[in-house]
Structures are given as C-alpha cells and as structure tokens.
C-alpha cells in the first residue's frame, strides 16, 4: 500500500494540527463533503497481507494515543515501556531530519513524535516529572519537597509557596529559585569563586562611584541611579559597588576589613551575592593578622590570650601524635571545627574573631588546653616520661613546654624554669655543651714531638 492512501486513512479521522486555517467544525464539514461515501469500511482500498491497520476512533484529535498512532510511515513499532518510548522518539527524531522541510511527510513525523511523548509522559511516574539534580552555571541544583515554610525566590524576588510550588536549591551557595525560574539564572554558584579565589577584600567600603558602573547594577547591569529611577541604587558596603533592589535585599553581615582594621563588628547592608561569599568564607582560615594589622594584638586582650593557647596546643600536639592512648581517644578531634588550631597559630577565619569578640573562643580553647594538659601530665604515663628537668637548677617537678613558668630553647627545644633561665644564663647550657662537643671533634691534631 502507498504512502498517501495511508495518509488520507490517517486524515479521516483525525485533525492536522499544522493546518490553521480550518477549525476542528471546519474541518468535521469539509471532511464529510469531501468524502461522502467514505464511511464504511467496504468503500476503503482493502490493505495487502501484512499491512498493520489503522483503528480509528470517532474522536477528532484523539489524545488518547491508541497504539496504532504508533506506526511509522513505512513498518510498524508498537511501544510497551519507557525504555521503548525513549528509543521511539529518538528514532522519530532522526526521520524528522532526514525528511525535507516543510513536507507533509515531515509536518505527520512531527504529529507522531508528539504524541510518542505524551504517551512516554503518561507512562512515566509521577514523581519523575522534574530531576531531583539539576547543574546549572556551577550550581547544584537539589529539588525540594513540599514545606509549609515560605521562603524567597533569588531570582524573581516573590515567594515560595512550599506546598504549592516546586522549588530547588542550590547545594553549594543555598540559592534558592522556583522551578520556572530555574532557566532563567545567570548568576553562576558562588562556592566556586571560594575555591578558585579564597581571600578577602581588606579595603574598608572601596567605592568607585556609579559613572564608573555606567549607571547599572553591578551583578545584573539593569539601569539604576540614586532617585529610585528606573531602580534605586544600593551600596554593599563589602565590595563598594551600587545593585539595583533585585540584587541587593539589604541583607546584614560583618565586614571583614572592618574587623581587622577597627575591630568593629557592626554588621551592614551587603547584596545578596556578596552575602552569600562572606557567609561560604566565614570558617575559612584566609586572615593572616600578624601582616593585616600586627598592632591589633597591642589593643585587644583576647587575641593574645588566644595566641598564647594557641602556641600551648601546637606544642602538645607531638605529645599526643606519639601516644597510642591519645590516638586511640581521638583528642585532637576536639578542634575539629577549627582544624587549622594545630596546624599553625598565625592564621584566623572571620568566625574565629567573631567568636573571640564574644568570649566564646577563649572560653572553649582554655577547656581544650585544661583537657589536653591533664593528659599529658595526670593520665598518661608514656607522654609523663616526655617531661624534662631543668639542667641549670636540676630541682622542682616535671617540667613541660606549654607550662606557664618554662621557657624553651628555639634551637634544641630543651625546657627550663624562666627564672633560672634569665637569671643564669643567656644561653642555653644545652646547645652551649653540643657547641664545645662539635669544636673537640672537628680541632686539629697539634705537631708530633720527637722524643
């Protein structure tokens, strides 16, 4: 059977959908003057052996999807499941390519891959309809489920219905957009510029001013201006630059170049990107004091305590690496949330002089310098045999290096009282032996007397 007989069965009984000029009365009247006698299925051309036959329905354009709408111009395919659905419609899509454009074979191609997908859509559970992950611009996108809870869309500024609505989040920097604005972000993930670039801006407020922005927002570059016309013009006071109300929610946090320059912790208006940063940066250990503004330490009485438990654990730390007891109880995981404690004591996070300014830091590090020193001096008995005994007055207990009335030699790391190591000597009696040992071994010989 031709291709065009079968065409004009298709035809009968359902509408076109590439035909706009008759609606679907129009087309009822138009079939029927046509095709008078075309109501039995004796005036039919009778199909050869082998041919599939056509089961029309008396519906005009039947959604329903009988398998029959399954069948391509040339053979036959019925679809069962899902993974034959899929195979379909990429077949159709392929034969779509290869007809020329605009034909009446390709204009049935398409009607056909329409309704492989509605049928791959009924098919499909519902649950299936939107991806659990979508990664967009660095964003990992994670669906999530209903909550009674409202919350904002970054994107359109409106709410989120949680019962209603679909919404996603982003996994790395919790930007949060419903599921129809989830195509329409432009603003790439900001846990991204923390990995690549983890550092601060250190200068306080750095305005360019707007002419230097050219009049728009600096994350969106809609127009803005200081009247409010078109969009008003809002200053983050982290990077200087002006957002328009879209972009900058005048959301609150600690500047960073204001903690470390002026030791002040008022928080300001910040843009939403630039909250996001500073929230993601927080617990990074990025500030380096000693080199920002050594002064600071002369006026803030916490930061020296801080250091100097912070010096007392990097000198237990060998102590407990060399002990199968403190292995075994896993006491430098108390610091776990500041891991770079017993890495080096130079180094500071936002957090960590939040934290100090309150008094919550200083209250925990003196409990962790309690806990680790009881170790070493009350419980274990290996890191006890680590002691020293002070080589100049040879008398008193113990001594160990993060003891308050000790001083340790930076060369040999050899530990004395303080008094008797100022009092005496400058030098250390330890490295000053070793110096003496090394000259006797390396003096040469004197001349041979004769007898």
Same mark, same amino acid.
């Given at each position: 059977m031709e291709y065009d007989e079968?065409?004009?069965?298709?035809?009968?009984?359902?509408? @076109?959908?590439?035909?706009?000029?008759?609606?679907?009365?129009?087309?009822?009247?138009?079939?029927?003057?046509?095709?008078?006698?075309?109501?039995?299925?004796?005036?039919?051309?009778?199909?050869?052996?082998?041919?599939?036959?056509?089961?029309?329905?008396?519906?005009?354009?039947?959604?329903?999807?009988?398998?029959?709408?399954?069948s391509r111009p040339v053979g036959l395919f019925l679809a069962s499941d899902i993974e034959q659905l899929r195979q379909a419609i990429e077949e159709c899509k392929q034969t779509i390519l290869e007809l020329p454009e605009q034909s009446e074979k390709q204009k049935d191609a398409v009607v056909r891959l329409i309704h492989l997908r509605l049928k791959l859509q009924e098919l499909k559970d519902p649950n299936e309809d939107e991806p659990n992950i979508r990664v967009l611009l660095e964003h990992r996108?994670?669906?999530?489920?209903?909550?009674?809870?409202?919350?904002?869309?970054?994107?359109? @500024?409106?709410?989120?219905?949680?019962?209603?609505?679909?919404?996603?989040?982003?996994?790395?920097?919790?930007?949060?957009?419903?599921?129809?604005?989830? @195509?329409?972000?432009?603003?790439?993930?900001?846990?991204?510029?923390?990995?690549?670039?983890?550092?601060?801006?250190? @200068?306080?407020?750095?305005?360019?001013?707007?002419?230097?922005?050219?009049?728009?927002?600096?994350?969106?570059?809609?127009?803005?201006?200081?009247?409010?016309?078109?969009?008003?013009?809002?200053?983050?006071?982290?990077?200087?630059?002006?957002?328009?109300?879209?972009?900058?929610?005048?959301?609150l946090a600690v500047i960073p170049a204001r903690v470390v320059h002026n030791w002040d912790f008022e928080p300001r208006k910040v843009s939403r990107c630039s909250m996001r940063y500073l929230a993601l940066m927080a617990s990074r250990p990025v500030l380096r004091l000693r080199e920002i503004n050594p002064l600071l330490f002369n006026y803030v009485e916490e930061l020296v305590e801080i250091r100097k438990l912070r010096q007392d654990i990097l000198l237990m730390k060998p102590y407990f690496i060399t002990c199968r007891e403190a292995m075994e109880a896993r006491l430098l995981l108390q610091l776990q949330d500041r891991q770079h404690f017993v890495e080096n004591d130079e180094m500071y996070s936002v957090q960590d002089l939040l934290d100090a300014h309150t008094g919550r830091l200083s209250c925990s590090l003196t409990e962790t310098h309690t806990l680790f020193a009881k170790h070493i001096k009350l419980d274990c008995e290996r890191c006890q045999a680590k002691g020293f005994v002070c080589e100049l007055c040879r008398e008193g207990d113990v001594l160990f290096p993060f003891d308050s009335h000790t001083s340790v030699c930076t060369d040999c790391s050899a530990v004395f009282h303080r008094d008797c190591y100022y009092d005496n000597s400058t030098t250390c009696p330890k490295c000053a032996r070793l110096t003496l040992r090394k000259q006797s071994l390396f003096q040469e010989p004197g001349p041979e007397v004769d007898a």
């Amino acid at each position: 059977m031709e291709y065009d007989e079968k065409l004009a069965r298709f035809r009968q009984a359902h509408l @076109n959908p590439f035909n706009k000029e008759l609606g679907p009365r129009q087309h009822e009247q138009r079939a029927s003057k046509e095709a008078p006698e075309v109501t039995s299925e004796e005036a039919l051309p009778e199909l050869p052996p082998g041919e599939p036959e056509f089961c029309c329905t008396e519906r005009v354009m039947d959604l329903g999807l009988s398998e029959d709408h399954f069948s391509r111009p040339v053979g036959l395919f019925l679809a069962s499941d899902i993974e034959q659905l899929r195979q379909a419609i990429e077949e159709c899509k392929q034969t779509i390519l290869e007809l020329p454009e605009q034909s009446e074979k390709q204009k049935d191609a398409v009607v056909r891959l329409i309704h492989l997908r509605l049928k791959l859509q009924e098919l499909k559970d519902p649950n299936e309809d939107e991806p659990n992950i979508r990664v967009l611009l660095e964003h990992r996108f994670y669906k999530e489920k209903g909550k009674s809870v409202k919350q904002t869309c970054d994107k359109c @500024n409106t709410i989120i219905w949680g019962l209603l609505q679909t919404w996603y989040t982003c996994t790395g920097c919790y930007y949060r957009c419903h599921s129809k604005c989830l @195509n329409l972000i432009s603003k790439p993930c900001v846990r991204s510029k923390v990995s690549h670039q983890a550092e601060y801006e250190l @200068n306080i407020c750095p305005e360019t001013g707007l002419d230097s922005q050219d009049y728009r927002c600096a994350e969106c570059r809609a127009p803005i201006s200081l009247r409010g016309v078109p969009s008003e013009a809002r200053q983050c006071d982290y990077t200087g630059q002006y957002y328009c109300t879209h972009c900058h929610w005048n959301d609150l946090a600690v500047i960073p170049a204001r903690v470390v320059h002026n030791w002040d912790f008022e928080p300001r208006k910040v843009s939403r990107c630039s909250m996001r940063y500073l929230a993601l940066m927080a617990s990074r250990p990025v500030l380096r004091l000693r080199e920002i503004n050594p002064l600071l330490f002369n006026y803030v009485e916490e930061l020296v305590e801080i250091r100097k438990l912070r010096q007392d654990i990097l000198l237990m730390k060998p102590y407990f690496i060399t002990c199968r007891e403190a292995m075994e109880a896993r006491l430098l995981l108390q610091l776990q949330d500041r891991q770079h404690f017993v890495e080096n004591d130079e180094m500071y996070s936002v957090q960590d002089l939040l934290d100090a300014h309150t008094g919550r830091l200083s209250c925990s590090l003196t409990e962790t310098h309690t806990l680790f020193a009881k170790h070493i001096k009350l419980d274990c008995e290996r890191c006890q045999a680590k002691g020293f005994v002070c080589e100049l007055c040879r008398e008193g207990d113990v001594l160990f290096p993060f003891d308050s009335h000790t001083s340790v030699c930076t060369d040999c790391s050899a530990v004395f009282h303080r008094d008797c190591y100022y009092d005496n000597s400058t030098t250390c009696p330890k490295c000053a032996r070793l110096t003496l040992r090394k000259q006797s071994l390396f003096q040469e010989p004197g001349p041979e007397v004769d007898a």
